[in-house]
């Protein structure tokens, strides 16, 4: 027969050995929880730092375009410079000759033929030719030409030639050495390859 002491004794036992699954089944719970949570904190660490890092490079990206966006710009500007004084250079030179040319023989010729080319296409009585006054002494001549024409001094003429108006026409024919310059910068801006992209 199994005495009290002995039933105490496989009690006390029973009791350790459940109290020790339970412990062993708490540890084990508690490391799996450890584990769990150090594993969703280290994602949740890793996809910070994954966020951080791709607006980092947001950022540098974003800085390296607008850098370049600079650089462009400036390279650009120069470009335009340095063309706007080739273009300088090569219409003052232009300039130049044409001074030279309305100071030679050649310019009253010239004058002439445009004025008989303008005549039959003038023939108004307000008709005015305007000149530079450098010009003046051709007055006579021109008027003979365009026998109806005022002959005026315009100052905004300074290389030569003649702009012929009649409001009762609405005719205007500038055939000024200034207009044909301005012309010719334009023709020489877009065929010159000289184009800033």
Excluded at 16 to 42: G, N, P, T, W
Excluded at 52 to 66: C, P, V
């Amino acid at each position: 027969m199994v005495t009290n002491e002995e039933k105490l004794s496989k009690f006390n036992q029973a009791i350790h050995h459940y109290a020790e699954e339970q412990r062993l089944k708490i540890e084990e719970e508690l490391k799996k929880f450890k584990e769990k949570e150090l594993s969703e904190a280290e994602d949740e660490v890793l996809l910070e730092a994954y966020h951080m890092i791709q607006k980092e490079m947001a950022q540098m990206r974003s800085n390296i375009t607008k850098e370049m966006a600079h650089r462009e710009m400036d390279a650009r500007r120069k470009l335009l410079e340095q063309r706007k004084m080739i273009m300088n250079r090569v219409f003052m030179a232009a300039a130049e000759k044409l001074q030279a040319f309305a100071a030679s023989p050649e310019y009253h010729d010239w004058v002439v033929r445009h004025c008989r080319e303008l005549s039959g296409l003038f023939t108004a009585p307000d008709t005015v030719a305007f000149i530079r006054e450098e010009d003046m002494k051709m007055a006579e001549e021109i008027r003979k030409i365009l026998p109806n024409c005022q002959i005026e001094k315009d100052p905004e003429i300074r290389l030569g030639g003649l702009r012929v108006q009649s409001l009762e026409l609405g005719l205007v024919a500038d055939e000024t050495l200034d207009a044909l310059l301005i012309d010719q910068q334009e023709w020489f801006e877009e065929h010159s390859g000289l184009q800033v992209q």
